[in-house]
Structure formats: C-alpha cells, structure tokens
C-alpha cells in the first residue's frame, strides 16, 4: 500500500466522522490519530517517548 491510498483512506475516515459526528467527532478522531501515531513509532524504536516528555517538560538542552 503506497502514501497516497493511505492518505485517501486516512481523509475518508476523517470526514466519515465529521459528517457522523460533527466537528467534536471530527477533532476527536485526529486527536487519537496522532496519538495512535505517536505510540506507533515509539513501539517501532524510531521516537524516544523520555526525550518528547522533556522537551515539553522544558529539560531539554540546545547543547
């Protein structure tokens, strides 16, 4: 499966909700969109979760 029938069936389902849901069920799947990403890529070792935590946690050097 290539990007662009991913990205096809990523925007159908986002509009699916939008129209089922309104914009509440619109935001509510993007929301776990991107935490369903997130988690994704720390599973498959290309994020480190502690380093994401303390750069929003303001620890994160620019050294």
């Known amino acids: 499966m290539n990007l662009t029938v991913v ?10 909700m939008s129209f089922q849901f309104g914009w509440w069920g619109f ?10 990403a997130l988690l994704g890529r720390a ?8 380093r994401v935590l303390d750069a929003l946690a303001g620890r994160r050097s620019s050294s």
């Open 7 to 16: 990205g096809i069936a990523i925007g159908a389902f986002v509009a699916f």
């Open 27 to 36: 935001l509510g799947s993007l929301l776990f969109m991107a935490i369903g």
């Open 43 to 50: 599973a498959d070792g290309k994020l480190d979760l502690r």
